[in-house]
Structures are given as structure tokens and as C-alpha cells.
């Protein structure tokens, strides 16, 4: 089966570029998305199809994804950024997330 | 606006079923996949499975083939999930979320499912 797999964690300080990374196989051959998890609240998508923001997510979520590794990356990292990070992509007709990366700014 | 709306928690005995429902409104329910995903406490998220609320037609991952069942019933806009054979290690977080494309853009609030003897 598809494996995604990310960093336990990322740490960043507030203001600076946070980035959290996706390994798969291949993975640039697929589109992916990322999602933000906070404690208590129902996951959000922040990035689709690699590099699109849903509307009414900030600019300063961004995405790439080439050859076996996407990127999420955060730019001007806020305090309301912390939180949990699944990436996602289909294997077939299967969905495949990522581990998680817990993101803490410090 | 998109809403998914999911049925209240549920504290079960290892060994019962558990059915959790999406009640969907705001879009044309048959136009999109419902998915279901769970959360353990302290695991991340792992994706059970899908329906195609027009057709009925199902996708499940390898580890719930057997032990789950997606329904729909279109009168009502309302997606179900059943889980069978629960064990402890189905306590968790449930969410229902549509497809939209390849991404999963509108979730329901979750459902806690507690399995316990």
C-alpha cells in the first residue's frame, strides 16, 4: 500500500517561514492537499491540488510538490497557525494521509 | 453554505455495532463522494472509506473490509457509516467529509464513538 510520510514535528518561531514535508514515492505524479487540525475542532483544508488555497485561507499558506516530496509552507507563522498538519493523496481510489506533523510556534 | 451534520456520541461494549450519520445540505447531495475518517486519541487521521450517494457504490480501506458498511438514503440527504465487531481500539473521533475534486473540502463536526466493557 501507498505510504506518506511526514515529520513528527516542526518547530518555528512567530514571524518566521515554517515548512512541513510529505514523502511518497513518486508523489509529484499525484496532486496532494493538506489539511490543518487544531484540539477539538473538525479538520480545515488549507491546500489542494498542491498549490491552491481554498478561499478564505491566508495568503501565507502556500504548496509545492515535486518529484517524491511535497512542501506546505507557511510564511509570517502566526500563533493561530499552530496545530496538527496531515498531508493527503489517492492511491486508486484510496485516500492515504500522511502521519501528521505537530507544528509548534514558539 | 455546505453543511454536514453528524449524529451524537455513542458509547458502545466491544463486540456491538455502531451506525454514525452525515446529514448533508447546502449542494446536490448525489453530485458528490462522502467520506468517512476517524481520529484515535493521540493517532492521526485514517480514512475508512467512501460512498457515492447517487450510484450507492462503495470503496473501503483493506483494514475495514468486513467489519464496515456505507449507506445512504437520498430522501434525506443522509450518509451512514456502520461499524461492526467494535474493539477498544475503535474509540475515536468519526468525521463524514465530501469529496470535492481529489480534496475533502467540507467536514461534519465528528462524532465520538467509545468503546468500552
Known amino acids: 500500500s501507498y505510504e506518506l510520510t511526514q515529520p513528527p514535528s516542526v518547530s518555528v518561531s512567530p514571524g518566521q517561514t515554517a515548512s512541513i514535508t510529505c514523502s511518497g514515492d513518486k508523489l509529484g505524479d499525484e496532486y496532494v492537499c493538506w489539511y490543518q487540525l487544531r484540539p477539538g475542532q473538525s479538520p480545515v483544508l488549507v491546500i489542494y491540488q498542491d498549490i491552491n488555497r481554498p478561499s478564505g485561507i491566508p495568503e501565507r499558506f502556500s504548496g509545492s510538490n515535486s518529484g517524491n516530496t511535497a512542501t506546505l509552507t507557511i510564511s509570517g507563522t502566526q500563533a493561530m497557525d499552530e496545530g496538527d498538519y496531515y498531508c493527503q493523496a489517492w492511491d486508486s481510489s484510496i485516500v492515504v494521509f500522511g502521519g501528521g506533523t505537530k507544528l509548534t510556534v514558539l | 453554505q455546505v453543511q454536514l451534520v453528524q449524529s451524537g456520541a455513542e458509547v458502545k461494549k466491544p463486540g456491538a455495532s455502531v451506525k454514525v450519520s452525515c446529514k448533508a445540505s447546502g449542494y446536490t447531495f448525489t453530485g458528490y463522494f462522502i467520506n468517512w475518517v476517524r481520529q484515535a486519541p493521540g493517532q492521526g487521521l485514517e480514512w475508512i472509506g467512501r460512498?457515492?450517494?447517487?450510484?450507492?457504490?462503495?470503496n473501503y480501506a483493506q483494514k475495514f473490509q468486513g467489519r464496515v458498511s456505507m449507506t445512504r438514503d437520498t430522501s434525506v440527504t443522509t450518509a451512514y457509516m456502520e461499524l461492526s465487531r467494535l474493539r477498544s481500539d475503535d474509540t475515536a473521533v468519526y468525521y463524514c467529509?465530501?469529496?470535492?475534486?481529489?480534496?475533502?473540502?467540507?467536514w461534519g463536526q465528528g462524532t465520538l464513538v467509545t468503546v468500552s466493557p
Open positions: 460512498i457515492n450517494p447517487n450510484s450507492g457504490g462503495t
Open positions: 467529509a465530501r469529496n470535492g475534486g481529489q480534496w475533502l473540502g467540507a
